[in-house]
């Protein structure tokens, strides 16, 4: 028994002295190629906006798609009504069109019976061109920097880097889709559109990278990807990213042979196997162990609650939680009573009390807390907790 063991740390010692080697002698680099994977932490990764997506839809469904759209919504229909089994909002990120034609099919009938489809790439199907009416063209930008801003606030537009290029739509027919942002500082070039398409919508948005890690943790530009998603209705979000879309629709026999080309996966599965065939060696023979008693799973909600509100307690950041509050006050306001939500005047403030059947005076309360609460550009706790009161007691009214 002494001398197996022995063996044993002889060889872990030697397994990792070797690995341990290369990983020293490894120059780690960072990855700038544009994986757009929703688990990467390189530059050019999503998994920052990957994170958010529970913060951003709360109490909502996010489910990561992977396999195809075609198959994914082929095995969530209904076989007898021919109708999904699933609804929400399909969310698409890549750089290239990589859908089938069945996938396309697919996604359209799942948006003509009253849902989604979010896609962000640099051009698209062209059956789903053509069904929409539009072009799109691609240009180069002479200090590599890239202009982006929404229809709906003119005067705010977000600064991209290192973006040699960017793409914009060249026709778009009018009569079916809406410009909601552009690509440059005038209206010229459009950049994303609403499209509406039987009961559903469909948003075609020409600047993926806008979402990588890199650019949404530089200055404010999270604020455009908030403006983006907001477009999206309050419903569970399916998600299926330009790595996973890619892999399903490669015609290779396997996808370990990607994952092999990954130096810290490749490492790791050898790792693995290595001593797989140890175990198998040296414990061959049967044995008899003790039948562990395993713990329930403990509902950590509590916890977690409770340490994101500390979080956000230490920081001290009152005014950004105002906003916040504010943004998701005002797009349920918009969803539930269907009111423009830009102006917030007493005209606004007379169709919010009728619509919601609530009591004017404490409509207007509100609703001039929230426009006092604009204009600063600092908040106290207090100006927090009395934008809160004021909310629930309209809710509770």
Not at 176 to 201: C, H, M, Q, V, W
Not at 365 to 374: E, G, V
């Amino acid at each position: 028994m002494k001398k197996t063991w022995l063996i044993y740390i002889i060889i872990i010692t030697f397994v990792s002295i070797i690995i341990f080697s290369i990983k020293i002698n490894s120059t780690k680099t960072i990855n700038w190629n544009l994986s757009l994977d929703e688990q990467s932490k390189a530059p050019y990764g999503l998994r920052v906006f990957y994170k958010e997506l529970p913060n951003i839809f709360k109490n909502k469904k996010i489910k990561t798609v992977y396999y195809s759209p075609h198959s994914y919504l082929k095995s969530n229909t209904n076989k007898k009504e021919k109708n999904s089994k699933i609804a929400g909002s399909f969310l698409i990120i890549n750089k290239k069109n990589v859908l089938s034609n069945k996938s396309i099919n697919a996604l359209l009938k799942f948006v003509e019976q009253g849902n989604t489809l979010f896609i962000s790439s640099y051009n698209f199907h062209k059956k789903l061109t053509d069904t929409l009416g539009v072009d799109t063209y691609a240009v180069s930008t002479k200090d590599s920097i890239s202009r982006f801003y929404l229809k709906s606030d003119a005067s705010k537009y977000f600064t991209f880097n290192k973006n040699a290029s960017y793409t914009f739509f060249s026709k778009v027919n009018t009569h079916r889709n809406k410009i909601l942002g552009y690509a440059s500082t005038s209206d010229k070039d459009p950049n994303f559109i609403e499209g509406t398409f039987g009961l559903g919508k469909i948003y075609l948005h020409l600047e993926p990278k806008v979402f990588t890690n890199y650019h949404i943790l530089k200055d404010d530009n999270y604020k455009y990807i908030e403006a983006l998603i907001s477009y999206l209705p309050d419903a569970d979000i399916h998600f299926n990213s330009h790595h996973i879309i890619e892999l399903q629709n490669t015609d290779k026999d396997s996808n370990l042979s990607w994952f092999l080309k990954q130096k810290s996966f490749k490492w790791a599965w050898y790792t693995t196997l290595f001593f797989a065939i140890l175990f198998v060696i040296f414990h061959a023979k049967r044995k008899q162990r003790v039948i562990k008693i395993i713990a329930p799973v403990k509902n950590t909600t509590v916890a977690f609650v409770k340490t994101v509100s500390s979080l956000y307690f230490d920081t001290k950041n009152h005014k950004n939680l105002i906003d916040k509050k504010t943004v998701y006050f005002l797009e349920k306001i918009r969803l539930d009573f269907n009111l423009n939500t830009e102006k917030l005047d007493n005209v606004f403030i007379e169709r919010l009390a009728t619509k919601s059947g609530k009591d004017k005076t404490i409509t207007k309360n509100l609703i001039d807390c929230i426009n006092n609460l604009k204009t600063k550009n600092t908040a106290l706790e207090q100006d927090l907790l009395d934008l809160n009161k004021h909310i629930e007691s309209f809710y509770s009214n």
